[in-house]
């Protein structure tokens, strides 16, 4: 059974500071998938990466994966209260593998 | 278009009730999933149905049957409900086993 684990847990920061968390296995992942979770709501899609080493951005959102595959990191920039939520990461292989989410908590 | 529907929202069931979850996709996608979300434990696969037709275990089957009943629909059925599926489920879609899923906004089962 592959494992995802993400950290922070929890994050509470002021509005315009920055963060990031991470994902992280012991496997590598043929790709990786970032879902954003708002309250009472399903997850919903941020970003696939797919190449060791890719870099992708989505306005203030900033996502890499590392170079073996194994790991990925979320930053982002001059954090809004919008962008409260949990944060799940999912790693491919025959089906999804979800770690089990940082919640972020901004507050203005 | 709706993408990923489920019904009902909610549910309070006693023990050993049975019900089925309706989930239905309009994105023409062939593979769909149902799973739990429990806090601290993440979101767990409970069974998942790569194109129409089959279906096959995730990591939490025990207690549930599912049925893909065309490629639209995916429903998951409580026979007995326990306490312990007190859960809130979602099911999702994707074009195929693995892609891009797409959720719906899941359903809050509470057995008492």
């Known amino acids: 059974t592959q494992l995802l684990e993400q950290s922070p847990q929890f994050l509470s920061i002021q509005e315009g500071e920055n963060l990031t968390v991470y994902c992280n296995s012991s496997?590598?992942?043929?790709?990786l998938q970032w879902y954003r979770q708002e309250p009472g709501e399903g997850p919903v899609l941020l970003v696939t990466?797919?190449?060791?080493?890719e870099v992708k951005k989505l306005k203030r959102l900033t996502f890499q994966f590392g170079d073996a595959r194994k790991d990925s990191s979320l930053h982002i920039t001059a954090a809004q209260p919008g962008d409260t939520g949990l944060y799940l990461c999912a790693g491919v292989w025959s089906t999804l593998t979800f770690g089990k989410g940082t919640m972020l908590l901004v507050s203005p | 278009n709706a993408g990923v529907t489920q019904t009902p929202k909610f549910q309070v069931l006693k023990t050993g009730q049975s019900m089925t979850l309706q989930c239905a996709q309009d994105m023409n996608h062939n593979s769909m999933y149902w799973y739990r979300q429990d806090p601290g434990m993440g979101l767990r696969l409970i069974y998942y149905s790569a194109s129409e037709g089959t279906t096959d275990k995730g990591e939490v089957p025990n207690g549930y049957n599912v049925s893909r009943l065309n490629k639209r629909e995916f429903s998951l059925r409580l026979e007995s409900a326990a306490p312990s599926q007190t859960s809130v489920y979602f099911c999702?879609?994707?074009?195929?086993?693995?892609?891009?899923?797409?959720f719906g906004p899941g359903t809050r089962l509470t057995v008492t």
């Open positions: 999702a879609s994707s074009r195929e086993l693995s892609y891009e899923q797409y």
């Open positions: 496997s590598v992942f043929s790709s």
């Open positions: 990466v797919v190449t060791g080493g």
